[in-house]
């Protein structure tokens, strides 16, 4: 039997909202509750293909398995802008063929993890990251305000995961001879990025931003006991260069280190997933890829917002410009109606009389 003074719960029809829940939801949200939550019209961004983009919860525990390894796209964007950025790559990327995408979820801000999925991850990245960056430039597809860099990610391993790192390896030597890019006297050099958790200090986010000279997250990367860490600076570029030699040779292609004009670049970027551990993911690009530019003090992938054409001016700026060009226009007609008014009262002064006959 119910509480004395309880109003009974009427049970609500099929497809309506309970009376008693809509009010609960009105309270707490502040607002109407929709007549019919079942249809209500999603406001999430949308991606080219009509889906929103899904963070793919669980691949941060495939992505530190030894034994395993994933494919994608790493691309960075402003901060704090990494929803907007997520949609806008998908686009770019889909449209160059990408096939299905997943988002890895990251702690780190201004940098994403797209994993291709299934068998459409078969296709080489780096070819799929330089026909999206062919078309933005072309502009055929439009670019990004958000999105700053896509390059490619043909394998993903621990820190401390020798085979992982020796299997990505391999496969960036491997695709890069079938892009007819690699051949012997090959010109190497390897880019390192450290993306850190917001919360971890500055020097050590700012670690990794130059390809040249000290690292200053290298100080950050080592334990009380001085020992490097797996994904110290130093220490993992000098493994992935010493891989890449191996499978190079292994494949009959002998190449040179030149940081000053490479031919052959690969991109080491080390993610953090959590406050302790890291997941490295590993890319590669030749020359005729077109998705790396060698400055005075670096190499970098290419930049994508310096290809997207510049964003249309706001609306709210337009109107004030209307705004002051027509009341520019007013002040001018007044001022020559006033001058029209002035010379004809100063003709009327200086007419002469008339004689009388």
Not at 36 to 64: H, I, M, Q, W
Not at 86 to 94: H, Y
Not at 237 to 246: D, F, G, L, N, P
Request: aromatic fraction near 4%; hydrophobic fraction near 40%; include cysteine.
């Amino acid at each position: 039997m119910s509480p004395r003074g309880a109003k009974k719960r009427q049970k609500a029809p099929r497809g309506d909202m309970d009376p008693d829940v809509k009010r609960a939801a009105e309270a707490q949200m502040r607002r109407h509750a929709p007549d019919d939550a079942e249809n209500v019209e999603s406001k999430r961004a949308k991606t080219a293909d009509g889906g929103a983009p899904r963070f793919a919860y669980a691949a941060l525990k495939s992505l530190l398995a030894k034994g395993t390894s994933s494919r994608g796209f790493i691309v960075t964007c402003a901060f704090n802008r990494e929803k907007s950025a997520t949609v806008d790559a998908m686009r770019v990327l889909a449209a160059a063929g990408s096939g299905v995408l997943a988002v890895a979820k990251l702690p780190c801000h201004g940098v994403l993890l797209l994993l291709r999925q299934g068998d459409e991850g078969d296709e080489d990245a780096a070819r799929v990251a330089s026909r999206a960056v062919a078309s933005v430039r072309a502009a055929p597809t439009s670019g990004s305000r958000f999105v700053e860099k896509i390059y490619p990610c043909s394998g993903t391993f621990a820190p401390d995961d020798d085979d992982g790192l020796d299997e990505a390896c391999a496969r960036v030597v491997r695709e890069a001879i079938a892009r007819g890019g690699l051949t012997s006297g090959a010109r190497f050099a390897a880019t390192y990025n450290r993306r850190v958790r917001p919360r971890e200090p500055r020097s050590a986010a700012l670690g990794g931003a130059s390809e040249d000279g000290k690292d200053p997250s290298d100080a950050a990367a080592k334990s009380g006991d001085g020992a490097s860490k797996p994904y110290e600076r130093d220490s993992l570029r000098t493994r992935v260069a010493s891989s890449i030699e191996k499978a190079c040779k292994a494949s009959g292609v002998d190449i040179v280190v030149d940081l000053k004009r490479p031919n052959f670049v690969v991109f080491i970027e080390v993610l953090a997933t959590s406050t302790s551990e890291h997941v490295v993911a590993l890319g590669g690009s030749i020359a005729e890829d077109d998705l790396y530019v060698v400055k005075s003090a670096r190499i970098a992938p290419v930049s994508i917002c310096a290809l997207t054409s510049k964003v249309e001016t706001p609306k709210w700026m337009i109107a004030k410009e209307e705004k002051r060009l027509a009341a520019e226009k007013a002040a001018a007609a007044v001022a020559a109606a006033n001058h029209a008014s002035t010379k004809t009262t100063d003709d009327v002064a200086n007419a002469q009389p008339i004689p009388q006959s």
